[in-house]
């Protein structure tokens, strides 16, 4: 998959060469919605011997025409563009929401980007809208195509009636449904980061935790003890994860999230790393002191080992 990043207006060069089937959403997170409307615009593309295009931006639509401020994501850029790759899309796109291309009506919308793009098919979901809210969707798209393309609308996804989306999927990662998140997502939710230092008081209990700092604005979840998988260097280890204000201490740290790795051993401060949230285990305890911790932290390990 090649990635294209766009700053508004497209220049000749980033222009396909062939007729294409274009994908359009922000799909943050690609959850098992978004995956069906990526699925579709491939399929489309295979079966017409077409390109596919996923057109996309670098900022959620809503921080520009809402002015929602302190957005979280479910995925980060090189994350999302991982799982699309994963879809077998030939192009993602990704341009930058710039006010000049935040203003730009339906038609040249339209015009600039679908039609120069040299879209046949726009594949989008049920409650795509393109520009300010209410002025162009899904319903009144082909009176803008000049004929140049069809569209092609894929319905609302469902598991157990209730709409697979990304603000659900965002409730059940911060309120303990870890389990539901990954069910919508059609995978383990992650988070990427870099292990930066703590108090060092870990190895002393035994349990030594890599801390992390996770990158940009992602959605946290909340607080408590998990079963988690963390990517370090490229290898993919158990281990157990606590998100939490380390109570027992008493330290005013803020929230601290921090893992210890099984069957490790390593200095990887400075190090990026993925977790995977796997299970919510438990919520945050205070200890009287350390050994009620570590006697806790041994049960964790083992009701971790169980799922892992
Ligand atoms: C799996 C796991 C579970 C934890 N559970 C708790 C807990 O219930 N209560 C608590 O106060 N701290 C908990 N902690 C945090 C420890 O207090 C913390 O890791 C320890 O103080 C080391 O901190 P440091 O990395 O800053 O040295 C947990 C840590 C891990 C890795
Ligand atoms: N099994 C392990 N799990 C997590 N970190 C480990 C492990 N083994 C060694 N380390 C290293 O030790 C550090 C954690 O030790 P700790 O005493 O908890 O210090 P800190 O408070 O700085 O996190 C990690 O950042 C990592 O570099």
Request: proline content about 3%; cysteine-free; glycine content about 8%.
């Amino acid at each position: 998959m090649q990635i294209i990043n766009v700053k508004h207006p497209l220049k000749k060069e980033q222009l396909p060469t062939e007729a294409t089937v274009l994908i359009m959403g922000f799909f943050d997170g690609v959850h098992l919605g978004h995956q069906k409307v990526i699925k579709t615009g491939v399929k489309l593309a295979k079966e017409h011997n077409l390109k596919s295009i996923l057109l996309t931006f670098d900022r959620s639509p809503r921080t520009v025409y809402q002015h929602e401020t302190n957005f979280k994501y479910l995925s980060t850029r090189s994350r999302k563009a991982q799982l699309i790759e994963g879809l077998g899309v030939d192009y993602l796109y990704f341009v930058k929401f710039t006010p000049d291309f935040a203003h730009l009506k339906p038609q040249e919308f339209v015009d600039q980007y679908m039609i120069d793009l040299k879209a046949k098919y726009i594949v989008a979901g049920f409650d795509y809208t393109y520009g300010k809210k209410d002025v162009a969707n899904m319903a009144n798209l082909p009176n803008y195509s000049k004929g140049n393309f069809e569209t092609v609308m894929v319905p609302e996804q469902l598991i157990n009636d209730q709409k697979i989306g990304s603000s659900a999927i965002k409730e059940f990662i911060t309120n303990d449904k870890i389990a539901e998140a990954n069910e919508f997502l059609g995978y383990n939710y992650q988070n990427q980061g870099k292990v930066i230092h703590g108090l060092q008081r870990g190895r002393t209990l035994g349990y030594p935790t890599a801390n992390i700092a996770v990158d940009g604005d992602q959605v946290i979840p909340s607080i408590g003890v998990y079963a988690t998988k963390i990517k370090v260097d490229g290898v993919w280890y158990n281990s157990m994860t606590s998100v939490g204000y380390n109570v027992t201490f008493k330290e005013n740290t803020g929230i601290t999230i921090e893992s210890n790795i099984f069957d490790f051993n390593r200095d990887i401060y400075g190090e990026p790393v993925v977790i995977e949230w796997v299970k919510y285990l438990r919520g945050e305890v205070k200890f009287d002191g350390a050994d009620g911790l570590i006697k806790q932290l041994e049960l964790d390990k083992r009701n971790s080992l169980k799922v892992l």
